[in-house]
């Protein structure tokens, strides 16, 4: 079975940094991009990055990018996503996903 378990959101000032990480287990995780979304309560989930299977190509939306920072450890069956500078407008629940896989969720909340 496979499972995406997220962790690592919280509270956080705005200008801080919080670094996120998606445990995956049921599948062999060096074979696959991964990706993370967000969405927030009455909107769509927005994409905000995905790394191939090897972690030599990443992707951002425009929105993060030059702030967030995503990797993986394929020794480790983890994906990261590392972010700076974080904006009021970061406020969401953000998920790792495999295709149409997702984790539960974390919750990030940037707010002074």
């Known amino acids: 079975e496979v499972q995406l378990v997220e962790s690592g959101g919280g509270l956080v000032q705005p200008g801080g940094s919080l670094r996120l990480s998606c445990a995956a287990s049921g599948f062999t995780f060096g074979s696959y991009d991964m990706s993370w979304v967000r969405q927030t309560p009455g909107k769509g989930p927005e994409w905000v990055s995905t790394i191939n299977s090897g972690g030599g190509s990443t992707y951002y939306a425009d929105a993060v990018k030059g702030r967030f920072t995503v990797s993986r450890d394929n020794a480790k069956n983890t994906l990261y996503l590392q972010m700076n500078s974080l904006k009021p407008e970061d406020t969401a629940k953000y998920y790792c996903?495999?295709?149409?896989?997702w984790g539960q969720g974390t919750q990030v909340t940037v707010s002074s």
């Open positions: 996903k495999r295709g149409f896989t």
